[in-house]
């Protein structure tokens, strides 16, 4: 199965390794320890780091930076995307900013992050900024489908965890029958297959062997 791409917006790191009490530092950690399994594909872009890099606050800064650098997969050149995606479009990319930040009534910074998001061709972005991103995702994905863009799913980490963890659980390989979708259907017949000793099908194999030869010599007659 592959690996879902994401990728991941600063306030999620900062809110899981920031020493103050957040509501979401649960959740932030939680959605981490399931990245730190390897279960998605993590985009991390060069203005993300150099974002970091300018903080005051020392301690949060290497925190950040040392998580980024643990969870990536693959980082990329924002600038080099977008410029790709500025030939895709056919426009100047500052003027489609505007138009972007007209449509969706939102933050520019914000929405340069979802472009870019689209530019990596991400599955997810995941965030916890609800007034710019999530709520306005309907409005961010129609302006990209407008052009003919990748759309990339606006979610926060529980949403994330709760269908995709649950997603990779079905498909546990103790058992080739194990989804509990096909449970119904199967369950029976997989008993029956496992429960057959190699005996039993080489003793199968060689009736069949037998009853073919048997065949060929009725047909010579």
């Known amino acids: 199965m592959l690996k879902k791409k994401i990728l991941i917006d600063l306030d999620v790191l900062t809110v899981a390794e920031w020493e103050k009490e957040d509501t979401r530092k649960e959740e932030a950690l939680e959605f981490l320890k399931i990245v730190g399994k390897k279960r998605f594909f993590v985009y991390v872009f060069d203005e993300q780091l150099e974002a970091v890099s300018k903080w ?32 895709e479009i056919g426009r100047n990319l500052e003027e489609f900013l505007d138009e972007f930040v007209n449509f969706t009534k939102s933050k520019r910074a914000d929405l340069r992050l979802a472009l870019t998001a689209s530019a990596l061709k991400v599955d997810y972005l995941v965030t916890f900024n609800r007034k710019h991103l999530k709520s306005k995702e309907k409005e961010i994905r129609e302006f990209l489908r407008k052009y003919n863009l990748h759309t990339p799913k606006i979610v926060f980490p529980k949403e994330i965890f709760s269908t995709t963890d649950s997603r990779i659980k079905s498909f546990s390989f103790s058992h080739p029958f194990n989804n509990k979708s096909l449970h119904f259907f ?36």
């Not at 039993?200 to 037998?210: A, F, G, P």
């Open 186 to 221: 199967f369950t029976p017949f997989s008993q029956f297959i496992w429960s057959f000793k190699f005996s039993h099908i080489l003793s199968l194999m060689i009736m069949c062997t037998q009853f073919y030869l048997n065949l060929v010599d009725v047909g010579r007659c």
């Open 56 to 87: 005051e606050n020392k301690n949060l800064r290497e925190k950040i930076i040392k998580k980024l650098n643990e969870i990536k997969d693959e980082k990329e050149d924002a600038a080099d995307l977008l410029e790709e995606l500025k030939l």
